[in-house]
Nanobody, 125 residues
Framework: QVQLVESGGGLVQAGGSLRLSCAAS????????MAWFRQVPGKEREFVSA????????YFADSVKGRFTISRDNAKNTVSLQMNSLKPEDTAVYYC??????????????????WGQGTQVTVSS
């Protein structure tokens, strides 16, 4: 069992930066692949970024590639999403997720076993 708690969301102007963090509690955090998804009202949750259990492999949605970076600290049981050059279209609730199996379908929300409660990111124009 893993509990995930996101933090770091807020209001920022376009072009600004935010850093989201996800703190995990429970056993064997380092064995989980981790990801960030986001969702706006009325739309499906969409993949943003993922990182392998070791941190050696990362993935990004095309819409955030070059602007967002993902990292993890297995000693501290945290995963972070650094978001730079933010755009109004990045406005969403951002969710942290954990995948026990390390699925190759990292972009599909259905492969994730645990989810956080989400943190709101609002980018003003």
């Amino acid at each position: 069992q893993v509990q995930l708690v996101e933090s770091g969301g807020g209001l920022v102007q376009a072009g600004g930066s935010l850093r989201l963090s996800c703190a995990a509690s429970g056993r064997s955090f380092s064995r989980y692949a981790m990801a960030w998804f986001r969702q706006v009202p009325g739309k499906e949750r969409e993949f943003v970024s993922a990182i392998s259990w070791s941190g050696g492999t990362t993935y990004f949605a095309d819409s955030v590639k070059g602007r967002f970076t993902i990292s993890r600290d297995n000693a501290k049981n945290t995963v972070s999403l650094q978001m730079n050059s933010l755009k109004p279209e990045d406005t969403a609730v951002y969710y942290c997720a954990a995948d026990w199996r390390g699925s190759t379908s990292y972009y599909k929300e259905g492969v994730y076993d645990y989810w956080g409660q989400g943190t709101q990111v609002t980018v003003s124009s």
